[in-house]
Structure formats: structure tokens, C-alpha cells
């Protein structure tokens, strides 16, 4: 059976640090869905390693490690990311496989994607991508004109079918400059070093079930970037929600039984879109500089708020969590009063579930309770007991505002920061 570990927020809540940890345990590691849009950054012992494709349960050699059939895979990414894991000594010959369903992110996704928000952004409507060309290559994929691995091995489909997007982008966007052959050229190159990794990974997990194995789903993003339940069109273009494992890995829905959202002690978000508790000035610099919340992928200063309460009950709600991990909860330990925003009214009424409508969520107000501090580090904490008894006071209340058990709290950058409530 499998575990799943899912963002329930805007995404950056510090998920690769529960799957490095609790991978230990896990046969495989998979992930489902995203690109090179995702970041993970894992600190062992002082030093740290940013993840972007490959699942953070790399970093422990019992595991192997899956991108499923949902990815779509940039694979000059790639390779400059197992050439800085092959820096750092961590081995993946044997332990890395790759989907030939996923679909490929080429160059030119990547200069679409930059040029689609450029056009956006003369009408104030970006949408704050990353630029990693994610969007066209899900469109792609969506329209039926995506490339996938396993037309890497068959070369003149591969360059028709290049040559069509080529065609097809141009008469979209006009004249650019992009050289069809010598991408063909790269990817002919890139096939090659590609082929011990390419499986048929919807045979490998559901073999892996079969045989008994244990399973974590690493989730990409977060619930409200997912393309049908966020805050659209500020979404990602991937199911990041707990469904999107069952399509994005070819496994049937009864074999995940333990959903695990992760949450950040506060809020915050990168791109535009809404944000119904975020701060501004110097109390939004100051928690951002506290949390080092710069994003690994871009490197964009995150956008700051308070706790949201019905965002998490609202992701609570779709991906029926069974635990949280509620991560950077020693970011909060400078502030005398931390605030939780509980509810959203909207004309008058307490809305229940999440608006569908961003205009609507605009007019919604927060209602926000008041939370004394606790005004000491808590980065040597590693028992529950031993927490200050205001934080365990934030634990508790956020507990009983979503309905779900806080099991893990994170308390500092290192692996090792991590306290378990019994």
C-alpha cells in the first residue's frame, strides 16, 4: 500500500524534507506529477541539496526513485541534476527510473512559456510561471501533439513530430529563433544516456504492490495549484492534488491509504493570484528574511501571510488527510503575537468550502484570532514535552480549526530538525 505527501497550501511548504526522512522506511519513492517547476531543498548535516525532478527519497540508498508517467521531464534539467548528485556521492545507476509515457519539456516549451507570459503581462494578467516551459508542454500534451519518452527511440517520429510543433509554434507566436535540428541532435544524444533509466513504470508499481512493497507519493506543488481545485487560472497545469497520483502513476485509488498534507506554520505563495492573509511591508520582510523564503527553483521572494485556516480545511476536505506535518515552526519564534485567519465572510454569510470565483474571494474578509508568542528558539527542541507551552497552544488550536492531527513539526532547516507528537 502507499503513502502520500501532498502540499495543502500554495506550494514551498517544505515537503522534501518528510519524504527524505520518512523514505528510510519505503521501498520506492515516485512522483506523480509537475516538472522542473517543483523545488525540494533537503539540508543534511549543514549542507544542502536542491532537488527539482528527481524525488527527494534519492538521498536514502534504500529506495528506488520513479517519475511517473504524469511528469513532464526536461532532460537537460535532468542530467544537470544527477551530474550534482554524482558531485555529492549520492549513487543512482540502478535506483532512478523514468516513465516512457512521461512527456518531454523542450526548449521550445520553455521559450513559449516566456513569450505566453510576456503577452500576458502587457494586461497586468501573468500568471508568474516559472518559465520551465510546463503549461505548453502539458497543452502539448493535452492537444495531442506532446512528445513522450518512448518517442525517443523511434527517431523519425520523433523529428516529425518535433518539426510540427516547431511549425505550429511559429504560426502562433511569429518568427523566433529556435534550430529544430540541433535539438534533434541533443535528444538523439540524450536517448542514449536515457535508456537504462526508461521502464514501463505503471507495470514496475503495480509490481511493486504486488510483491508487498511499501510506496511513498512525492506530490509536486500543492492543492491550491492544482488545475481544478486552486485558485485558477493561478494554478499549476497538473492534478497536485491526491488524485492526480492515481493518473499520474497508473495506480488504482485503494492502493493509497495514508495522506499526509504538509503545512507551513504561516502562509505564502510565489506568482500572482490571490492571497486572502498575506502581509505587506515591514512585517512581510521581516517573516520572509526569518524563513529564508526565496523560492528553489527561481530564487522570487515569496509572498508572506498569516495562517489560513480555510485553505487548509478546504485541501483537508479534497485530499482526506490523515496526518500533517507542520513545517517552519520555529520561523514564528521572534514574533510577540501570531495570528490565524479562521474564516472568511463574504456578504455577510461564513463561507463554507472555497470560493470557485476569485471576484468572490476578493470580497471575502478574514476573520484572524490572536496567538501569543513564545519568543525563544526552538531549533534544539527534538521532544514534544520540551516545546514552550504557547507553541504547543498554536499546535493545538490549528489541530482543532482543521480536524486533523499535527504529527510532525518541523523546527529548523537540518534533517534533524524534527519533533514528533505521540
Not at 389 to 406: D, F, H, N, P, T
Request: net charge neutral; aromatic share 8%.
Amino acid at each position: 500500500m502507499a503513502s502520500i505527501i501532498i502540499g495543502s497550501q500554495w506550494g514551498d511548504e517544505g515537503k522534501g524534507k518528510l519524504v527524505d526522512i520518512l523514505s528510510a522506511d519505503y521501498d520506492v519513492v515516485a512522483r506523480c506529477q509537475g516538472g522542473a517547476n517543483a523545488g525540494h531543498t533537503i539540508v543534511v548535516e549543514g549542507k544542502k541539496i536542491a532537488l527539482h525532478l528527481i524525488p527527494s527519497g534519492i538521498l536514502n540508498e534504500r529506495a528506488t526513485c520513479i517519475l511517473g508517467n504524469g511528469l513532464v521531464i526536461h532532460l537537460p534539467t535532468l542530467f544537470k541534476e544527477l551530474a550534482g548528485l554524482k558531485e555529492k556521492g549520492i549513487k543512482y545507476e540502478g535506483r532512478l527510473f523514468i516513465s516512457d509515457r512521461a512527456h518531454l519539456v523542450l526548449d521550445i516549451h520553455q521559450m513559449i512559456d516566456a513569450m505566453k507570459e510576456q503577452e500576458l503581462s502587457k494586461g497586468n494578467d501573468s500568471i508568474g510561471t516559472t518559465k520551465k516551459g510546463i503549461g505548453p508542454a502539458y497543452s502539448s500534451k493535452a492537444s495531442r501533439g506532446g512528445i513522450r519518452v518512448c518517442d525517443l527511440y523511434h527517431p523519425e517520429n520523433f523529428k516529425k513530430n518535433l518539426y510540427r510543433i516547431s511549425e505550429n509554434k511559429h504560426k502562433r507566436f511569429g518568427t523566433f529563433e529556435y534550430n529544430v535540428e540541433d535539438e534533434i541532435k541533443r535528444y538523439t544524444e540524450y536517448a542514449e544516456l536515457l535508456r537504462p533509466m526508461v521502464i514501463d513504470t505503471i507495470y514496475y508499481m503495480n509490481q511493486a504492490f504486488k510483491e508487498g512493497k511499501k510506496v511513498l507519493i512525492e506530490g509536486a506543488q500543492s492543492t491550491m495549484l492544482d488545475i481544478d481545485f486552486g485558485t485558477y487560472p493561478y494554478v499549476t497545469s497538473s492534478a497536485s492534488s491526491v488524485g492526480g497520483a492515481c493518473t499520474g502513476l497508473g495506480i488504482a485509488p485503494n492502493k493509497i491509504v495514508h495522506q499526509i498534507g504538509v503545512v507551513k506554520a504561516y502562509t505564502t505563495r510565489v506568482g500572482a493570484g490571490p492571497f486572502p492573509t498575506e502581509l505587506h511591508g515591514d512585517e512581510a520582510e521581516n517573516l520572509r528574511k526569518a524563513g529564508g523564503e526565496y523560492g528553489t527553483t527561481t530564487g522570487r521572494p515569496r509572498r508572506i501571510g498569516w495562517l489560513d485556516i480555510p485553505v487548509l480545511r478546504y485541501t483537508s476536505m479534497i485530499n482526506d488527510f490523515s496526518e500533517l506535518n507542520l513545517t517552519k515552526l520555529d520561523v514564528l519564534s521572534h514574533l510577540d503575537e501570531i495570528k490565524i485567519g479562521t474564516d472568511y465572510i463574504h456578504k455577510g454569510q461564513t463561507v463554507k468550502g472555497f470560493p470557485a470565483s476569485l471576484e468572490d474571494l476578493a470580497e471575502c474578509q478574514v476573520v484572524y484570532e490572536t496567538h501569543k508568542g513564545w519568543r525563544t528558539s526552538l531549533e534544539n527542541i527534538r521532544k514534544f514535552e520540551d516545546l514552550p507551552a504557547e507553541a504547543k497552544s498554536y499546535i493545538a488550536r490549528i489541530e482543532q480549526l482543521v480536524g486533523v492531527k499535527i504529527k510532525w513539526i518541523g523546527v529548523g532547516q537540518d534533517r534533524a530538525a524534527m519533533v514528533t507528537q505521540p
